[in-house]
């Protein structure tokens, strides 16, 4: 997750139930947030156990599917309320339509609107279905199978001001992130999950060994920090001998920005920041290639400049995991809050102030592809002060995994798992986790035929078909 973090810390291999804080010891933001991973993980290994993979409370089982046939208009789904369980990660659907507050007083209460019970598939919070998008739009071809698709994201007083305590003063940094979980209900043709029979159980079955094959995806990374030719040379104050050349602690982000076969003429590339990806401007407003910002930064080193490459992010941006182009920062305005872009952002992105938009910075440089390295295979890539990337060969990358990287300058070497003759070893991505859970088999249109396969449990009794 993008965050001015320090490390990651967390290993659910290692076994560790709690962490101890020590008296008189500096408190690190690794060992608060190792604490909550520890309690999460427990919490949702736990659901998971006694629900199974998914499921929700026979009371109120949420996010149950209503087949929607549009006569001269799109199909739609209707959502609806309660609570489900995809993987021991709870979701609830019960939240207001956006725009409607939660809460009324005794004066305005007569005078809003109350919340739909149910979302629709084009108005559900997180995955923004865009009407004019073909690819958006549920399937026309039949049978197909509704699923609930399910990640945790970052956020940070950028994209929600309330987290922010305006106490502290507008010139003082914020404070804590959080963690949100986001689920999208999407569709997937029935010709894509194979050959399925016609009872529940194989349609379940069917659907898992697909989202099986969809977190398969993905390639491997081994970093390494290697002594830099001529560092003897050059003047600075880590040690001549050190692998990492950087005079700062960091932790570098490397993401994969556009996905796909590395031998394809469009291949994958990547993306990298030695801050996490942590940095990042709201925008004020887009005029063109202009975009004038809430700030430009907290000093020389959180700031912008000429040459730069920002990535124009949003929520529907962020949530539907589509990357545009990279676009480089051509001049600056500084008394205007302003920076000129070398292109407008594509359309739709950054524009809509409710979706909270932010330029974020990324730190390559050299020769790009739209403002991304592309992904080489069989080759360490240099990133920058020693520090170099391998890309495991003949993968297929996906668009938003990210590996971080700790670089101590104490130490002059980056903090990466070895084999025990020394050599770095291939790791899968740490982000980002999909969880998948199915929930309507839908079998046409003129029927309006549909099968329930979410599963329910009860105080007494282990899951059960939901619709019984």
Known sequence: ???????????????????????????????????AAIQLHQARTTAADLIG????????????????????????????????????ILLDADRPAPGVPAETDANTAAAEPEPPSTWSYWDQPDAYRDRETPADRLPTSFPYLVYLKVWERSVTASEDPEIREVALGAALPDTAARVKTVWQ???VPG?????????????????????????????????????????????????????????????????????????????????????????????????????????????????????DWVEVVDSAYISRGEPAPLLQVE???????????????????????ERHPCLRRWDQRGRLTAGSVRIQEGTWLDIEDGVQVWFEPGATYRPGDYWTVPARAVTGTVEWPRSAAGEPLLQRPAGIVHHYAPLAWIGGRATRSQEDLRLAFGPLAGPVNAAK
């Not at 996905?259 to 940095?279: H, L």
């Not at 001049?331 to 102030?353: F, N, T």
Request: include cysteine; charge should be negative.
């Open 1 to 35: 997750m993008h965050g001015d973090l320090s490390r990651i810390t967390f290993r659910p291999a290692k076994g560790y139930s709690a962490v101890l804080a020590q008296q008189g010891r500096v408190q690190l933001d690794a060992d608060a947030n190792e604490q």
């Open 53 to 88: 993979p998914h499921g929700g409370p026979a009371a109120a089982n949420g996010f149950g599917i209503e087949f929607l046939p549009g006569d001269n208009e799109l199909d739609d789904l209707a959502i609806g309320g309660g609570r489900y369980y995809v993987d021991g």
């Open 185 to 187: 209900v999407l569709a």
């Open 191 to 307: 010709s894509q999950l194979g050959e399925v029979k016609t009872d529940t159980d194989s349609r379940r079955t069917a659907f898992a060994d697909w989202a099986a094959r969809q977190e398969a995806l993905g390639g491997r990374l081994a970093v390494r920090s290697e002594r830099p030719a001529r560092s003897d040379e050059e003047p600075c104050l880590v040690s001549p001998d050190a692998r990492y050349r950087g005079p700062e602690n960091q932790l570098y982000r490397v993401e994969i920005h556009r996905g796909g076969p590395v031998k394809d003429k469009d291949g994958a590339t990547f993306k990298w920041s030695r801050e996490n990806g942590s940095v990042v401007f709201p925008i004020a407003s887009l005029t063109g290639s202009w975009a004038e910002l809430s700030t430009l930064g907290a000093d020389d080193k959180l700031d912008l400049n000429a040459g």
């Open 331 to 353: 001049e600056l305005d500084l008394p205007g809050r302003r920076v000129r872009l070398s292109g407008e952002p594509q359309p739709g992105i950054g524009r809509l102030a």
